[in-house]
């Protein structure tokens, strides 16, 4: 029994973007491939008479051909183009334009599909696919930098969280067993696109090639001090960590600027990943709308016939890249750290303006952050100074954390054949945390923390303490 009409249920329109970067060294971001678009027209064709529940369970399969020629004589419907945009889809040889519809013609004769319409297969999938290429972006819609770091680094992503950050400077230097690597990723779209539902959250994904002599189980994805899960895909050698937010920048007339966090990946015991020689993965992420601003709807046949077919867009960008871990180490950011006790020196608002003050004579711009809101006194609360200044075409930190412990004594003085008078005085002693950060030079940052540790141990030299 022939169907009554053949009409699409699904229309799906893809653009994919691929791009390639290296990361390390002489960083470059390109086009891996050209751009391509695809349509994709699915329609169920049914010659069967369903007439018991066991029909309902004969295989459905997917048929596909290029864009429909002649052979059959109607078409199963129209695509009306109301924009091009920054796509050759007008220009594409072969396809049957009528002005500015499109329409959807099956390449199969009838005596093809009744070959097709077996005992087995007696329902099944016709799907129409037509390629096009999209213009490339004047710029590169997604970009990935990523940097070593020293396993201190959480001191800097803690500044918001002063108690996590007072721990971390606390801690003593201890041997480094683990590799930290910092993802950061930005997304660039035109305004003018809509390219995804308004309030929907943009998730990323990002991949690395994984070793696999070193245990999944070593590493650890995080942001801050929240964990993002990730999976181990055993047959591409990967992990895999998915939903990675992407979060509004910048917003201006003709851009959208969206980034992650900064995402840290630590690996324990990384001997294996040192031995690959180079980081590969990808990053990639989805969005609902086309990036050429094509713009494509469905005509039904007939005007009584129900044609809202909701036709999907979908554009995917991904950027493969390659990170030199040689390379990636030359540029590490170090974090030393020091620890000077300074036994009988009494911490007040004094000592901290003395550590300020060597701080800005060397050229560091200060900032101090105290604890706000507290109702406990300048010798009982820790303080945190963060310096910087510009080291050539880098920029050097430092991060520094004073603490106190005070108390009270008296001394007593008389006169001979006179009353004895009862001073209070002050004791107890301070310690000063030093953590310093410099990316690619550890020589450097090492020699200007031993400076500063010189000079503030003959300055509290000369503090004067209670005889």
Not at 279 to 294: A, H, I, P, Y
Not at 353 to 369: Q, S, T
Request: proline share 6%; with cysteine.
């Amino acid at each position: 029994m022939q169907p009554q009409i053949l009409k699409p249920n699904e229309i799906l329109v893809t653009e994919e973007y691929t791009y390639q970067s290296k990361v390390s060294g002489v960083r470059y971001l390109k086009l891996a491939s050209t751009p391509t678009g695809l349509i994709a027209v699915r329609a169920p064709y049914d010659n069967y008479k369903l007439s018991t529940s066991a029909s309902m369970s004969h295989q459905r399969r997917s048929v596909n051909h290029s864009w429909m020629g002649v052979r059959f004589a109607e078409p199963i419907g129209y695509l009306q183009c109301s924009h091009y945009g920054m796509s050759n889809l007008d220009r594409e040889p072969d396809l049957p334009w009528e002005g500015d519809l499109l329409p959807l013609k099956i390449t199969l004769s009838p005596s093809q599909l009744s070959q097709l319409n077996t005992n087995q297969h007696r329902r099944f999938d016709l799907q129409i696919t037509q390629t096009y290429q999209p213009n490339e972006p004047q710029s590169a819609p997604l970009e990935v930098s990523i940097f070593v770091v020293d396993e201190d680094s959480r001191a800097e992503e803690w500044e918001s969280d002063r108690k996590r950050l007072v721990k971390e400077l606390r801690k003593q230097a201890d041997i480094k067993r683990s590799l930290i690597l910092k993802f950061r990723v930005k997304l660039s779209l035109p305004a003018r696109r809509s390219l995804f539902q308004e309030g929907n959250s943009l998730p990323l994904k990002l991949v690395l090639q994984w070793p696999l002599a070193t245990p999944h189980r070593l590493a650890k994805f995080s942001s801050g001090i929240t964990p993002y899960p990730f999976t181990y895909n055993p047959e591409n050698g990967t992990i895999e960590c998915n939903n990675i937010p992407l979060k509004l920048q910048r917003e201006n007339q003709d851009l959208l600027t969206y980034a992650t966090d900064l995402i840290s990946l630590e690996v324990s015991e990384p001997i294996e990943l040192y031995e690959m020689l180079k980081l590969q993965g990808s990053v990639s992420v989805e969005l609902d709308g086309l990036m050429s601003g094509l713009s494509l709807d469905y005509l039904a046949l007939a005007d009584n016939e129900a044609g809202s077919i909701a036709i999907k867009q979908c554009t995917v960008l991904k950027n493969e890249f390659l990170m030199n871990l040689h390379e990636g180490l030359e540029n590490k950011h170090y974090l030393p750290r020091q620890h000077l006790h300074f036994p009988g020196v009494v911490l007040n608002e004094m000592r901290v303006l003395d550590v300020m003050m060597l701080l800005e004579d060397k050229g560091f711009e200060i900032e101090k952050l105290q604890e706000p809101d507290s109702q406990e006194s300048v010798e009982k609360q820790p303080y945190i100074i963060k310096a910087k200044r510009a080291e050539g075409a880098r920029e050097v930190k430092i991060f520094i954390l004073i603490q106190g412990t005070n108390a009270q004594t008296s001394r007593e003085r008389g006169v001979k054949g006179q009353a004895k008078f009862t001073t209070s005085l002050p004791v107890g002693d301070t310690s000063i945390y030093i953590q310093g950060r410099l990316p690619g030079d550890s020589k450097r940052i090492v020699n200007l923390i031993n400076e500063i540790q010189k000079q503030l141990k003959e300055q509290f030299r000369h503090v004067g303490t209670a005889e």
